[in-house]
């Protein structure tokens, strides 16, 4: 499988994430081989690749449609995945227990679009995108300050940081 260059984030900016550009390029984690199984296996997720696909790809795309442009246009496709699902709680034992009824084919979808609702629901201003304007990857700012810039220092911050030397040393023309 191919190596993404970034991973451990929440459900749903990880799908997002599973299309990065690379040499120029866009490259779709799904179309790799195994690459969907594998991001089902990643996330504990259950569902023949065949009929999660067509889902999920809806899911990704709709996601990146709401970080980039949020409003009502972009929500609707959220909520069309949402509609696909419900929870419901019991008591049992003094333990609350969440039951989900959701269509298999879409519940890797219906997780990831409910996983959005819930960073909104915690802190909304720390959902970003990757400072770097080439970079189309997302991030759940989770440092102390919360003022994290790069979807990684490795990648992005340290082409950055590398550019700002450049720029600060760089001989002056004669």
Not at 83 to 107: C, F, I, M, N
Not at 133 to 162: E, H, I, Q
Request: hydrophobic fraction near 35%.
């Amino acid at each position: 499988m191919t190596r993404r260059p970034l991973v451990g984030e929440p459900l749903a900016l990880d799908l997002v994430n599973t299309q990065w550009v690379e040499r120029g390029g866009m490259v779709d984690l799904f179309d790799e081989p195994d690459g969907l199984r594998g991001w089902l296996a990643e996330h504990g997720l259950a569902g023949d690749p065949g009929s999660v696909e067509v889902p999920l790809r809806h899911a990704r795309s709709a996601l990146r449609a709401v970080l980039e442009q949020p409003g009502e246009d972009t929500e609707r496709g959220i909520n069309v995945i949402l509609a696909r699902g419900a929870s419901r709680y019991t008591l049992r034992q003094s333990a609350v227990h969440e039951h989900h009824d959701v269509d298999p084919g879409w519940l890797p979808s219906w997780r990831a679009a409910t996983n959005y609702l819930d960073l909104l629901r915690q802190q909304p201003t720390r959902i970003r995108r990757c400072g770097n304007p080439a970079c189309v990857l997302y991030f759940y700012d989770t440092s102390r300050n919360g003022t994290r810039r790069w979807c990684s220092m490795d990648g992005c911050g340290g082409r950055a940081k590398a550019a700002r030397h450049y720029q600060r040393h760089r001989p002056t023309p004669a």
